[in-house]
């Protein structure tokens, strides 16, 4: 079993800053593709930003310039440095990871359990 765990979230002025965190911890052999996603109020949830374990990454056109993903294989952990925040960046943000329990298993997919980013003056 794997748990994600986000941390960073809360109450910022549009134009402000937040970083969140996330850190995965079970029983893990590797990590492959991890990322971000958001969903705000009476939306679907929708990608923000993923980060393979090779480094590529990936943005939806709304992020694009303002938020960095990043991630440290070392500490099994995903991180999301979110700059120019907007009133419409309010949302609940999840954690996403595909893990490899072990050598011989198939990936499996786990969330985190979420942590609110509000925006607003």
């Known amino acids: 079993q794997v748990q994600l765990v986000e941390s960073g979230g809360g109450l910022v002025q549009p134009g402000g800053a937040l970083r969140l965190s996330c850190a995965a911890s079970?029983?893990?052999?590797?990590?492959?593709?991890m990322g971000w996603y958001r969903q705000g109020p009476g939306k679907q949830r929708e990608l923000v930003a993923t980060i393979t374990r090779g480094g590529s990454t990936n943005y939806a056109d709304s992020v694009k310039g303002r938020f960095t993903i990043s991630r440290d294989d070392a500490k099994n952990t995903v991180s999301l440095q979110m700059n120019s925040l907007k009133p419409e960046d309010t949302a609940v943000y999840y954690c996403?990871?595909?893990?490899?329990?072990?050598?011989?298993?198939?990936?499996?997919?786990?969330w985190g359990q979420g942590t609110q980013v509000t925006v607003s003056p």
């Open positions: 079970g029983t893990i052999f590797s990590i492959y593709t």
């Open positions: 996403k990871a595909t893990v490899l329990p072990s050598a011989i298993s198939a990936t499996l997919q786990y």
